[in-house]
């Protein structure tokens, strides 16, 4: 049996432990909150017909006046149901309190930061994206938490960096890690998930497409708060032989009802697959089937269409200006497209929050066949230069989040875990570090928040970001023995003491760039300049007191065993698919960069 969690706090939960009652919110410098006044109490006073003051500048962007009064308007609404929600959490009888909204999480696998026409793609192949971009709010530095696929997972669903969480490995400095089926590892029982956590709210919770936090028993979704899940625990890679590695599965729920490259067939060499329409239409389902029941829900859509090999459906093969990937792009964008149109059709959009990212930075090693674009910055997926670890990133809520916005706010995939709580009206677990910001204020007010953008790759910080200035502790690419093999994470960018092939140490003077002038990481401050020695004191108390407090977890990512591959999961013998697993031989993982 698992342990006692600790519950998250409910924000009218608190109030009443204390005798209290919540009626009152307002925004302080972290983000909404809620504030307790003695029973029979009456709230701060407010003048008659006023709209209340939020604490902290609210600019309207320039030259526009009424798109700030807009601004006030959605966060004022907001405002109103939160207030409703609490009220209506409370037991006291609010007559047609609405339910929190609904989260839709649509996380993209390999998309870059260049891949959406909103940030440049010269092709603009991407309309509804773009739309979506127009009708909402634009993040152009937005980070993952890891430039690879499970650490990165991890920390979205838990707040917190990898390192903390245990999806990392100390077999090699600085080595990137992640859970292909080999892997005993995966996400520990002691971490606290987002679905869980969203269940005190009354949310049902559907994961579709790729887990990747494990694919063992102990590590199923649904173990970690998820109602439903369609999908696979691993990356698409195969076709196996299923004797010295078996295929992987594809679940709905608990149980295995296939597998890649045979039930769900993936043809390498023209790209057609349905994969994409599937997890389309499972998301089209949820949807209706939770609003026709008046459930909140929390939708988390994790497609990996654009994960080397990448395929499309054949009426978006051969469609794209750009080839193979363009065509999976374009398949994407569509079917976000449809997701926001059903939306609108149930009369939800204005209830759901709707937010697109990606998981880490484009596969530059697979493009451009078969990866995307970086736009302007260097290198690419498994490095922790800007092309590895900014992400495209749109958020989306009619009548809350003003039209049109662009927010150059320091925005962190973590970030999703603490503004979903947010949402739900929970406040985040007080027993654990938690690393992500509520972005509730930066979309509803426009509001800018400092705060740190740390860069790991693996056991090791290797930069650090705050403001506009990136300190380099550590560089490198990948082995000299890997680049001569033809293993390049940077094609065509090679910058002289930079994209090191061998690994760098620079914590006694950092490699320090502005990323507003040198977005491309190309001319580092000279050291000697007043500039050099400014941006330092700002970053070095930053990573000090981040390195004294930092209790890393247990690593999940060093050992290996071929035993423990999908040879029998679930469901397996219901279809004639289970397969012998050889001998169990665990052995340390080999990772190579």
């Not at 609404?77 to 047609?96: D, E, F, P, Q």
């Not at 956590?197 to 063992?216: D, F, Q």
């Not at 860069?455 to 090791?460: D, I, K, P």
Request: aromatic fraction near 10%; proline fraction near 10%; charged fraction near 20%.
């Amino acid at each position: 049996m698992r342990p006692a969690r600790p519950r998250p706090t409910h924000l009218s939960h608190a109030c009443h432990s204390a005798g209290l009652t919540p009626p009152h919110l307002s925004f302080c410098r972290s983000g909404p909150r809620f504030s307790c006044h003695s029973a029979g109490a009456a709230p701060p006073h407010r003048p008659a017909g006023r709209v209340a003051r939020f604490a902290g500048p609210f600019p309207p962007p320039r030259g526009s006046v009424a798109l700030g009064v807009v601004a006030m308007a959605a966060v004022a609404a907001a405002t109103r149901w939160r207030l409703l929600l609490v009220l209506s959490a409370a037991g006291l009888g609010v007559t047609g309190a609405p339910q929190p909204p609904n989260i839709l999480l649509l996380l993209m696998d390999d998309m870059g930061w260049g891949d959406l026409g909103v940030y440049g793609e010269p092709s603009r192949e991407t309309p509804n994206l773009d739309r979506m971009a127009a009708e909402g709010m634009l993040f152009p530095n937005f980070y993952t938490a890891n430039p690879l696929c499970s650490p990165s997972r991890a920390a979205l669903l838990t707040g917190r960096l990898p390192i903390r969480s245990g999806f990392y490995t100390t077999n090699g400095h600085a080595r990137n890690a992640y859970t292909p089926q080999e892997i005993v590892g995966g996400i520990p029982d002691s971490e606290l998930l987002l679905p869980e956590l969203l269940k005190e709210a009354g949310y049902t919770s559907k994961i579709v497409g790729k887990w990747h936090l494990g694919h063992r028993p102990q590590f199923h979704p649904l173990k970690h708060g998820f109602d439903e899940w369609f999908g696979s625990p691993n990356c698409h890679f195969g076709p196996y032989d299923n004797k010295a590695r078996p295929n992987i599965p594809v679940y709905r729920d608990w149980e295995m009802v296939g597998r890649f490259y045979e039930e769900f067939p993936i043809n390498l060499k023209t790209g057609e697959a349905n994969l994409t329409q599937i997890y389309l239409q499972e998301a089209l389902d949820f949807i209706k089937r939770q609003q026709a029941a008046h459930h909140p829900f929390f939708l988390h859509w994790a497609i990996d269409a654009t994960h080397a090999p990448v395929y499309a459906s054949r009426p978006f093969l051969g469609t794209s200006q750009r080839g193979r990937y363009g065509d999976a792009v374009r398949e994407i964008d569509d079917s976000v497209g449809k997701i926001l149109h059903l939306l609108r059709d149930l009369s939800i959009a204005e209830n759901t929050f709707v937010f697109f990212t990606s998981d880490n930075g484009a596969a530059l090693i697979s493009a451009p066949r078969q990866g995307g674009s970086n736009g302007p910055f260097l290198c690419g997926k498994q490095t922790t230069f800007e092309g590895g670890m900014r992400e495209p990133a749109i958020a989306w809520w009619p009548g809350h989040i003003p039209a049109g916005q662009v927010s150059h706010q320091l925005g962190s995939i973590m970030d999703l875990f603490t503004t979903s709580l947010s949402l739900a009206g929970l406040e985040p677990p007080r027993d654990r570090a938690i690393d992500g910001l509520d972005l509730l204020p930066t979309m509803l007010q426009g509001r800018l928040t400092d705060r740190p953008v740390f860069y790991y790759r693996g056991n090791a910080l290797m930069a650090v970001t705050r403001g506009q200035y990136k300190a380099h502790f550590w560089t490198w690419t990948n082995s000299w023995e890997e680049f001569r093999q033809g293993v390049d994470f940077c094609p065509g960018q090679n910058v002289s003491g930079v994209t090191t092939h061998s690994q760098e140490e620079h914590t006694k003077l950092p490699l320090v760039f502005h990323l507003g002038r040198d977005p491309g990481e190309r001319f580092p401050l000279s050291i000697a300049s007043t500039e050099y020695l400014d941006a330092l004191r700002q970053i070095t108390p930053v990573v000090r007191q981040h390195q004294e407090a930092l209790v890393p977890g247990q690593p999940q990512l060093n050992v290996c065993n071929r035993a423990v591959m999908n040879w029998a999961p679930p469901g397996c013998e219901k279809l004639g698919k289970c397969l012998m697993p050889p001998e169990s031989v665990p052995e340390k993982c080999s990772w190579p960069h």
